[in-house]
């Protein structure tokens, strides 16, 4: 299967537990939500991006951070630790869980650990990982957009691949 890892996350209890976990404290959000239909177009992006700007991606490793890089809200809802810090250790267990090999589980960590704008980027893999978390947010049609704090040049106010 060409998405082993991926599919070897997604039915981990763990990060099923840690999926239901986030889904349970982002029921009222106004915001955007950090779920699985988030992951799966950030992940989609990501290889869409890949493809448009010439840089080479296993999907297998993009998916699998895709799923895992906003699992770390759930601490940083509950005790304020930045998601993308939370989310290395939390990731760590589960890709020990399912037996991912070092060299991808280093992969998928450095992807989680850099996906937000302010992160420093050592990879062409990382910034495409990061763009393509910033731009599967349709701010274009969300209701609390003027209510978000990301800054108006931030925001995606147009439909773009
Ligand atoms: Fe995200």
Redesign the pocket.
């Known amino acids: 299967m060409e998405l082993e890892l991926t599919n070897r996350i997604l039915k981990n209890r763990e990060y099923q537990r840690v999926l239901s976990q986030l889904r349970e404290m982002e029921a009222d959000r106004v915001f955007c939500r ?1 779920d699985i239909q ?1 992951f799966l177009d ?1 992940a989609r992006l990501a290889v869409i991006l890949c493809n448009d700007w010439g840089v080479s991606c296993d999907r297998d490793i993009v998916y699998a951070a895709a799923l895992l ?2 699992i770390g809200r759930v601490q940083e809802m509950q005790c304020g630790i930045p998601h993308d810090i939370a989310g290395q250790a939390v990731a760590d267990v589960i890709l020990s869980d399912i037996s991912c090999p070092d060299d991808a589980k280093k992969q998928i960590i450095s992807l989680i650990a850099s996906h937000r704008s302010a992160a420093p980027k050592k990879s062409q893999l990382e910034q495409v990982f990061c763009e393509a ?1 910033k731009r599967s947010r349709s701010c274009y049609c969300c209701a609390a957009q003027a209510m978000c704090n990301w800054s108006e040049d931030k925001k995606n106010l147009d439909i773009e691949v």
């Open positions: 950090h988030h950030v890089h906003d978390d």
